[in-house]
């Protein structure tokens, strides 16, 4: 499997698997800096059932971590993403993580990014591809 890490507007972002949809994954791993990450996996992986986002942050820093899954993603426009499940650590206290869970019909193409989160604020990561 490919991995390769990515600096993205001040994040570092581990990628596993391809990055187009052409040769996409059902497995994604999004950091926004250490101790802020989101998963996305199509298939059970640990405790998890398919079709599953996770939010972890283990900073004690004041700043929540919400994973957020963009069901039918445009590829062409990163910028034009569009929340369908989001996962949030956001009003807990350090170390937890969030997941939301719920099937999607194989090979549906989705995208996962990181956004770090407190108050009204948010800063994203790009977002990362793969499928269901």
Same mark, same amino acid.
């Given at each position: 499997? /490919? %991995?390769? @890490? ?5 994040a570092a972002v581990l990628v596993i698997g391809g990055q187009g949809q052409a040769?996409?994954?059902? &497995?994604?791993? =999004? ?6 990450? $989101? ?7 640990? +405790?998890?059932?398919?079709?599953? =986002?996770?939010?972890? &942050?283990? +900073? /004690? ?10 069901? +039918?993603?445009? #590829? @062409? ?17 350090? #170390?937890?993580? &969030? %997941?939301?869970?719920? +099937?999607? %019909? ?7 990014? =990181?956004?770090? =989160? /407190? $108050?009204?604020?948010? %800063?994203?990561?790009?977002p990362k591809y793969g499928s269901a």
């Amino acid at each position: 499997m /490919k %991995k390769a @890490l990515v600096t993205v507007a001040g994040a570092a972002v581990l990628v596993i698997g391809g990055q187009g949809q052409a040769s996409a994954s059902s &497995d994604i791993f =999004v950091s926004y800096g250490a101790g802020s990450e $989101g998963y996305w996996t199509a298939d059970p992986y640990r +405790n998890l059932t398919g079709d599953t =986002v996770m939010a972890c &942050d283990s +900073n /004690k820093d004041g700043w929540g971590v919400q994973a957020e899954l963009d069901i +039918n993603p445009n #590829p @062409l426009s990163p910028y034009d993403f569009s929340a369908d499940r989001i996962a949030s650590t956001r009003g807990h206290d350090s #170390p937890y993580c &969030d %997941k939301e869970s719920g +099937n999607l %019909k194989e090979d549906t193409p989705v995208a996962l990014r =990181v956004c770090l =989160v /407190k $108050g009204s604020e948010k %800063k994203c990561t790009l977002p990362k591809y793969g499928s269901a």
